[in-house]
């Protein structure tokens, strides 16, 4: 069996991460989400990695953004 899967638009990608921590009750600020979701290119399954590693090692939403600029640099 094959699947093919499309890439979608970052503005997808936000939505749905922004629905995912509102259920979990995950603290997020909104340049977070949309660099998670560039760092995804246009993979959900990506960006969801990303994400759950982000929440593995950040205690505050502001934390976000530098650790991942710290990982990629």
């Not at 629905?19 to 979990?24: C, L, R």
């Not at 290119?41 to 953004?65: F, P, Q």
Request: hydrophobic share 45%.
């Amino acid at each position: 069996m094959r699947f093919d899967f499309k890439l979608l638009e970052n503005s997808e990608i936000e939505g749905l991460l922004k629905h995912i921590f509102d259920d979990s009750n995950i603290k997020y600020d909104e340049e977070s989400v949309a660099l998670i979701a560039r760092l995804g290119e246009g993979s959900v399954r990506d960006a969801l990695s990303v994400a759950e590693m982000c929440c593995e090692v950040v205690v505050e939403a502001d934390d976000i953004v530098a650790v991942l600029e710290q990982t990629l640099a």
